[in-house]
């Protein structure tokens, strides 16, 4: 069996990222790809992003839903880190150019009002150190061919990261039932699937208390004025080109984004 490093494992996710080629599982290949490689693996993987310029804007969680645990056939939640070069400003069309086989997932977005550092975060001290929410489309893009992978896969992929959208209407987090919020999503005028926030862990304030504590347990601590994508609430659906995806949400507002 080939000796992999986390290095290693960085590198090929970043290469496969870089020639937008997908690639088949690590952990299958090599089964010492554990969960500490595979973050060690993400760390590199942002080390390198930063290098080249980009900055840190936050960080997304993965895998907070049923729905989505069920499309990807894992049963935990993880995290992942969110940089400027993944910002999609308001009415750009997804980028092809940059992505493999893109697809679109709505989401609860917090962003920081002051640093946040597990372990010991409960829901409601998290949602303490939230200054607002917003709306989200996450277009996700996994370096593995099909979307095939497992739980430490995807954290060493950095969660499948391509772009998100957020949205324009800002929401005081005293003002919202995050667990009654819900979502539409929308393909070409279908609504191809729905969803409150109680979908994401129970509630989007419990996923943010997760990525505090996992982040915590490797000495990170989530700083004022990042943004904390919390997941997916529905099933991610493949965006296609020329095709439109909208999320409409109860209280958060609208976000449209062309297929590109
Ligand atoms: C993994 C990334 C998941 C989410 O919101 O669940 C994610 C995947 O489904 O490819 O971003
Ligand atoms: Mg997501």
């Known amino acids: 069996m ?3 490093s986390a290095v290693r ?3 090929s996710l970043l290469a496969a990222e870089r020639s937008r080629t997908a690639r088949t599982s690590i952990q299958h290949e090599w089964p010492g790809l554990s969960l500490d490689v595979a973050y060690a693996a993400q760390d590199i993987a942002l080390a390198d992003r930063r290098a080249r310029g980009e900055t840190v804007t ?4 993965g895998l907070t839903s049923r729905a989505k645990q069920k499309q990807m056939g894992v049963d935990e939640p993880s995290v992942a880190w969110l940089t400027d070069a993944m910002v999609l400003p308001a009415g750009v ?3 092809r150019e940059r992505l493999i086989h ?3 997932e709505p989401e609860i977005a917090f962003v920081l009002g002051r640093p946040l550092a597990g372990p010991g975060v409960t829901a409601a001290t998290a949602l303490a150190a939230v200054d607002h929410a917003m709306a989200a489309i996450e277009i996700i893009d996994s370096r593995y061919s099909g979307f095939k992978f497992t739980l430490a896969d995807a954290v060493a992929d950095n969660n499948s ?4 959208v957020t949205g ?3 929401r005081d987090v005293a003002n919202v ?4 919020e819900a979502c539409l999503l929308e393909i070409d005028g279908d609504i191809v699937a729905t969803a409150t926030g109680s979908a994401v862990l129970g509630h989007p304030a419990e996923a943010l208390a997760f990525a505090a504590n996992t982040f915590g347990a490797r000495g990170i601590t989530l700083e004022a004025g990042w943004v904390v994508l919390t997941g997916g609430m529905t099933d991610a659906v493949p965006v296609e080109p020329g095709s439109r995806v909208a999320a409409h949400f109860t209280t958060l507002g609208s976000i449209t984004i062309a297929g590109g």
Do not use: E, N, Q, T
């Not at 936050?58 to 969680?61: A, E, F, N, R």
């Not at 039932?177 to 009654?180: A, P, S, V």
């Open 2 to 4: 080939d000796d992999w």
């Open 177 to 180: 039932d995050f667990g009654l």
């Open 161 to 164: 990261s391509g772009v998100y």
């Open 9 to 11: 494992v960085a590198g």
């Open 102 to 104: 893109p697809r679109a």
């Open 93 to 95: 069309p997804v980028p």
């Open 58 to 61: 936050g960080i997304k969680l």
């Open 168 to 170: 324009s209407v800002i």
